[in-house]
């Protein structure tokens, strides 16, 4: 198996489909141990192949979005003989790190950046009249991210030289949702658009026969001639549709932010992706290219379970099967969550539940299968899902906003100006507090206590166990609907079996926490020793302020 980028330019079509084997095969051998995000970088073993075939890191830049699918190009630019060692103690970062690599031009971990990112490259390199290109790898439901939207914007009119690779596999997650999914399914679904550009099939056609060939491979001589016939060239003004929306001229979103579209082409197809990104390599406009790609492809246990083989634990790697929970096994915080979230729903119709994404993680699913009609997801779009919970408030809801620590920091002024200083009753249960052993800095739950008990009208809450996180779910819907906005955190792992449950904690009150052992991660739970005794009537002076921060 190659070791470096330039490896990957000598090889000939046929070895390239060999490395996308042996690398396929490194992924779901070398996770099984330490787990990770499988399923996404077995989707993009070819398109980061065709990459690194193409372009040539570290002169040219690859901004990934999220970069939790950066594996692959972790083991081509030079880390495959540490790549066992991803997401553990001195071992390789699980998403891109600058300091780790010069190959990493950019780090990542919260979805949304990348284009940003990649358009202030641009800006950069137009300055310095350079030419080294940009890359930006974005996936589909990153693209249900404002923050994307605000790079589409601003794209046309910052530079002319700008290369976006769409992977589309139709999952955040979870199955994708709203309109944007619906679109792309439009896009590679509707015969009319899949159509790869004019332009590019007119550079293929000028190349001489036994460039094009060897271009696409021997064995790809048959998808060439099925690219020249499956073209299909309309009118970029086609005026309307059947349907009499605009025809794809002014339908087709990217065309319309200025960029060049070229697609949808299928992602497993080297040859393909090799000569469609040779070709926006030529471009001098923005292009972006739609690429079709299978999550989990080449491993039958991810293509069947792909929410859940997105990001996991240790497998067996012949099976893709997981260990058992073990009998007796406290439940996981999250679920403690979920179920609460059904009782509350049941017992009271005001109460609706939101995700930006994260059905499962949050297991706010437990409510969604429960209760459906009292459960949102509105895509990675954390800053939207508290305005949308702040608006549902105004009409007399009491929104519960589930988003993990580390992401409601995307939406920190919506929690100021839309929730606090309209002081609405809106509940946030923060997920996975605390730090993140496995997935590192840009996972950590640590500054939320910092930054929420500085606004107004908050009152923080830190369940220490099962128990007493159901009865500050009760409170917190009890105190909201007097009108107040709650936070409550979570940590991740397991929660712990407290003593019998209270319906409703007294504001104010805290308990004294002596830490006796902290293990981070998932899974390991942070003991107290007051998990030990009978609750002690003093108040820790942490406690007390956590709980009563704010104007109530
Ligand atoms: C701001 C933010 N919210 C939520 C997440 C959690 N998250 C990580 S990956 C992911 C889905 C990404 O889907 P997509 O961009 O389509 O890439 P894919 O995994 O399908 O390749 C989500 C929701 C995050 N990383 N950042």
């Known amino acids: 198996m190659v070791d470096h980028p330039s490896h990957v330019k000598k090889l000939t079509p046929e070895q390239l489909t060999e490395l996308a084997v042996d690398v396929r095969q490194e992924l779901i051998q070398g996770l099984a ?45 030079g880390r495959k003989d540490r790549f066992r060692t991803i997401r553990t103690t001195d071992g390789l970062n699980g998403f891109a790190l600058r300091t780790e690599s010069e190959h990493d031009c950019y780090g990542a971990g919260h979805a949304g950046t990348a284009l940003s990112a990649a358009l202030g490259m641009c800006a950069a390199r137009d300055q310095k009249k350079t030419d080294e290109n940009v890359v930006c790898i974005f996936g589909d439901a990153a693209l249900t991210n404002g923050i994307s939207f605000e790079a589409l914007n601003n794209i046309k009119c910052t530079t002319k030289k700008f290369i976006g690779i769409l992977n589309d596999n139709e999952w955040s997650i979870a199955k994708n949702v ?73 339908a087709l979103l990217f065309e319309e932010f200025g960029l060049r579209y070229l697609g949808p082409i299928d992602g497993h197809n080297i040859p393909l992706l090799v000569s469609t990104l040779e070709f926006a390599k030529t471009c001098n406009e923005p292009v972006v290219i739609h690429v079709l790609t299978q999550k989990g492809k080449g491993y039958e246990a991810a293509l069947k379970y792909p929410e859940k083989f997105h990001g996991l634990g240790a497998y067996d790697a012949a099976t893709g099967q997981t260990p058992p929970p073990k009998d007796g096994a406290a439940p996981m915080w999250q679920e403690v969550f979920g179920r609460t979230m059904v009782k509350l729903c049941q017992k009271d119709k005001s109460v609706v539940g939101i995700t930006a994404a994260m059905p499962s993680g949050t297991s706010l699913k437990i409510l969604e299968q429960a209760v459906p009609g009292q459960y949102y997801d509105v895509g990675i779009a954390e800053e939207h899902a508290v305005i949308f919970a702040a608006g549902m408030a105004t009409m007399g809801f009491h929104p519960v906003v589930a988003i993990y620590s580390t992401f409601l920091q995307r939406a920190y002024d919506c929690i100021h100006h839309d929730v606090c200083l309209q002081d609405l009753p809106v509940i946030f249960c923060m997920d996975r507090a605390g730090l993140s052993a496995n997935d590192g800095p840009t996972h950590h739950g640590l500054f939320d206590i910092s930054y929420l008990r500085c606004l107004p009208l908050i009152i923080g809450m830190a369940p220490a166990d099962e128990d007493e996180l159901q009865d500050m779910m009760f409170t917190a819907a009890a105190v909201a609907s007097g009108g107040h906005s709650l936070p409550a955190r979570q940590r991740r792992g397991c929660a712990h079996q407290g003593p019998a449950r209270r319906d409703r904690n007294r504001q104010g009150q805290g308990r004294l926490a002596v830490r006796e052992q902290a293990r981070c991660g998932e899974g390991g739970p942070v003991r107290t020793r007051a998990h030990a005794h009978a609750r002690p009537p003093g108040r820790s002076e942490t406690a007390r302020r956590w709980l009563r921060c704010g104007g109530h």
């Open 33 to 77: 141990k330490s787990g990770g995000h499988l399923g996404p970088n077995l989707g993009v073993v070819e398109l980061s192949i065709a990459l690194h075939r193409v372009f040539e890191t570290p002169k040219d830049k690859f901004v990934w979005d999220v970069s939790h699918q950066v594996y692959v190009h972790k083991i081509l630019t």
């Open 178 to 250: 709203g309109a944007i999914a619906e679109y792309l399914g439009k896009l590679t679904a509707s015969p009319r658009y899949n159509r790869l550009s004019r332009d590019f099939n007119n550079w293929l056609k000028r190349l001489p026969r036994g460039e094009q060939v060897a271009m696409l491979g021997a064995k790809a001589e048959e998808a060439l001639k099925g690219i020249a016939n499956s073209l299909v060239l309309e009118p970029a003004n086609n005026p309307v549709d059947a349907d009499g929306r605009g025809g794809h001229g002014s």
